[in-house]
């Protein structure tokens, strides 16, 4: 199968899109960025529960991805994926709520930030944490759709570090061979947690990998939202088609830790710097429609307004909202909860403590 390179998309070209579209694209981007920016500062005034990952430099590859997806079509999103999920019809409210680990978030209170899902309406799945995973996941899925003859598609992400899973190979090995209507999409963003690239992988290009599932691979700039988005398009009508699965490598940069907490410090010096300055995905984006695409940059600002107050509206009803009922915990973690009350949790009360969570042979508190 030939691994084909579509890199940057060419401005000039006609993308498909039309001018409000473009602008939607801008606006996902924006929002991504912005949220991302008042989650970090809810995190710093330690309102955030957990850790707090960044998509800063990869807006694009998750907006460009999943705009080309059907409301119908699932998407199986990672970390790195607030802008996907956005896309597909998440609401700042509810990711900021999810941070916050509030009663009334998508998971109340059980699981933190974006690993939460929508498989009923819009059509998102939430995540398992283990790297490759959602490969086989995803395989399930679109078996089912092809099954049941629906003409709908499904798309996974990974990152490069999941490539080298078993998951990963297992996952995509069966779609391949099932020719499921699935999109695997690796955002190779050069690095793993602290492992670069080149200690990764020995292969040049991940896409290389799709000629040993027998798939097509393509590759992509994952920093220029429009070729991002064409790419994932035409995989997406290939799967829809029957034709089974592609695997899409989109280049991009990690310019932060692999959660707020890391410093970094094993990325060569001024690497991040340069990526920032040459090659962000939103300054690119308004260069291209400012430039070629003839929008105005009052259009753009509007854009921005509007974003920033859609934020500080959800996050002053996020911060309002309680945190989870002790009492509540087993609701939604059992199918069939049991009809007895649980003993084993606190109620304040030292005795009950003792006699539920302690087993006799580790004595009591008080020797
Ligand atoms: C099987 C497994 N090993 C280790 C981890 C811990 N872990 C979580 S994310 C991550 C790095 C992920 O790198 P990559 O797949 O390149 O995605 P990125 O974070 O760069 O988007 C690691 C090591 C895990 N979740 N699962």
């Not at 260069?287 to 259009?299: F, V």
């Amino acid at each position: 199968m030939a691994v084909t390179s579509a890199l940057a998309s060419d401005p000039a070209a006609r993308p498909g899109l039309s001018r409000d579209q473009l602008l939607d694209l801008y606006y996902w981007m924006r929002l991504t960025r912005s949220l991302e920016e008042r989650l970090v500062n809810l995190y710093r005034q330690t309102k955030v529960v957990g850790g707090l990952f960044r998509s800063l430099g990869q807006e694009a590859c998750a907006v460009g991805s999943a705009y080309a997806l059907r409301r119908e079509d699932v998407l199986s999103p990672l970390i790195r994926n607030l802008g996907s999920m956005l896309v597909k019809g998440a609401t700042p409210l509810e990711v900021l709520k999810q941070y916050m680990a509030k009663g009334d978030s998508p998971t109340r209170g059980r699981e933190l930030n974006i690993h939460f899902g929508d498989v009923v309406d819009r059509n998102f799945v939430g995540q398992i944490s283990h790297l490759g995973d959602m490969v086989p996941v995803m395989a399930g899925v679109t078996l089912s759709f092809k099954l049941r003859q629906e003409p709908r598609v499904g798309l996974v992400y990974v990152g490069d570090g999941a490539t080298s899973t078993g998951a990963f190979h297992e996952g995509i090995n069966f779609a391949a061979v099932q020719r499921c209507p699935l999109v695997v999409v690796v955002e190779n963003n050069r690095y793993a947690y602290s492992t670069p690239i080149a200690k990764q992988c020995a292969a040049e290009r991940l896409a290389d990998k799709a000629a040993g599932y027998g798939i097509p691979g393509v590759r992509a700039d994952g920093n220029d939202v429009v070729a991002a988005y064409q790419v994932t398009r035409d995989a997406v009508a290939r799967a829809r088609r029957g034709e089974g699965v592609t695997l899409v490598e989109l280049l991009t940069y990690r310019r932060k830790g692999h959660a707020e907490h890391d410093n970094q410090s094993y990325v060569v010096a001024g690497e991040i710097d340069r990526w920032a300055r040459e090659n962000d995905p939103l300054d690119r984006y308004v260069q291209r429609l400012t430039g070629s695409d003839g929008i105005a940059t009052a259009e753009l600002q509007a854009i921005d307004t509007r974003v920033l107050a859609e934020i500080d509206e959800a996050t002053d009803i996020a911060e309002r909202s309680a945190p989870p009922e002790p009492r509540d915990c087993l609701t939604g973690v059992y199918a069939d909860p049991p009809a007895a009350p649980a003993l084993w949790y606190r109620e304040g009360v030292q005795s009950a403590v003792d006699r539920h969570e302690r087993p006799a042979s580790w004595g009591t508190h008080d020797g």
